[in-house]
């Protein structure tokens, strides 16, 4: 008969540092603007941690999937402050997660945190720890013995498959703390459409999701709408991104939860919709990944052929009118390809830093940046 031992009884490092009866100040997003934050772009009007805006809550239970609940998941938000602090905490509650067992816990539902001087200078810090039975928990990232002789940006990540319904962050109340106006080089944003593999799913943390981690290389906002099984191009999520302001390039990476004849069906109508709005505003369409089936299965090989010719010709029949396709196939790079996911679909971390690495040149020449 088997039986279950308690890791943190096994080795320390593994326990959550929690200061229970800390006298730290906390502070709430939703209440004080001593936090700044970003690629939740409904953020400030709406005052909750969603992906979409409040005025669509009516119309996305309608859609077909669940599209509604994964809205609500926080992926591609960010929290951004300046402190001196030498103690950081976060209490957290969450109203919905997933219980996914290929993904860690860690990137599902935990905040990771980076610090440094600027957003290009910053380093990966370290990444909450939880029970993850419970929806409420409290994270200590560190206790330091004396405040810190200068202002550190600290930048949080949130949760990739989680909805957050509060966040508190908790600092020395003797330290000083002041927002992050201005975390990346310009207001611009590159927003992005697609799949669970746009969320995230299946990096270890969420600063490991290919679109932050392009954040990080191209110092830009990047708003991630990747909808879990779900990116199936609705006319209602294209009208819903088309009210984003400042958007410097659109991605549309949906082709993975689409059957062919559902792309041939709302590809077009999903890019005529953008281009009421961004009528000269660069469109990238990635075709899906290069996925297990691939090395084993000749038919799927044919028929993900068809797929990828339909993107790259619909991409030419536009005459280069800032519309651009890129072969999903080459995204994971050219060597190790099959030891690059989790399940031959999902990618790790290896994964994500090849997609990004791959793209961010890519991306990087048709924004001349």
Request: hydrophobic residues 35%; contains cysteine.
């Amino acid at each position: 008969m088997s039986k279950t031992i308690d890791i943190k009884k096994v080795d320390s490092n593994f326990i959550n540092a929690e200061n229970k009866d800390d006298q730290l100040l906390y502070i709430d997003p939703k209440q004080n603007d001593l936090v700044k934050i970003y690629g939740l772009y409904w953020f400030d009007e709406d005052k909750r941690y969603h992906r979409l805006s409040k005025k669509i809550d009516d119309v996305l239970p309608n859609l077909e999937g669940s599209v509604d609940v994964l809205a609500g998941n926080s992926s591609g938000g960010i929290a951004a402050f300046y402190s001196n602090t030498n103690i950081l905490k976060i209490k957290v509650k969450l109203s919905f997660k997933f219980h996914m067992g290929h993904m860690p816990y860690t990137g599902q539902a935990g905040f990771d945190l980076y610090i440094g001087n600027t957003y290009q200078d910053m380093k990966f810090y370290r990444t909450s720890n939880f029970d993850f039975n419970k929806t409420e928990y409290e994270f200590t990232y560190f206790k330091h013995k004396d405040l810190s002789e200068e202002n550190k940006l600290f930048v949080l990540n949130f949760p990739l498959y989680a909805t957050v319904e509060e966040v508190l962050i908790g600092i020395n109340p003797n330290s000083t703390i002041s927002p992050c106006n201005k975390l990346f080089k310009d207001n611009n944003k590159i927003v992005f459409y697609g799949t669970s593999i746009t969320q995230g799913g299946c990096a270890s943390r969420p600063g490991m999701s290919y679109t932050q981690i392009l954040s990080r290389l191209l110092s830009t906002e990047c708003l991630n709408y990747g909808f879990s099984g779900n990116g199936k191009g609705h006319i209602e999520i294209a009208q819903a991104l088309s009210e984003i302001k400042n958007v410097e390039m659109f991605v549309l990476d949906y082709e993975a939860n689409a059957t062919f004849d559902r792309l041939k069906a709302t590809l077009d109508n999903f890019v005529k919709c953008l281009r009421k709005t961004y009528p000269t505003t660069p469109i990238v369409i990635i075709s899906k990944i290069q996925m297990y089936l691939e090395f084993h299965d000749k038919d799927y090989c044919i028929n993900e052929k068809k797929i990828r010719n339909y993107q790259k010709n619909y991409v030419k029949k536009s005459n280069g009118k800032n519309l651009y396709y890129i072969d999903g196939s080459k995204v994971l790079g050219k060597n190790n390809i099959s030891e690059k996911t989790v399940d031959g679909c999902h990618p790790t971390d290896y994964g994500f830093i090849s997609m990004a690495e791959y793209l961010y040149p890519i991306i990087k020449k048709i924004l001349n940046k």
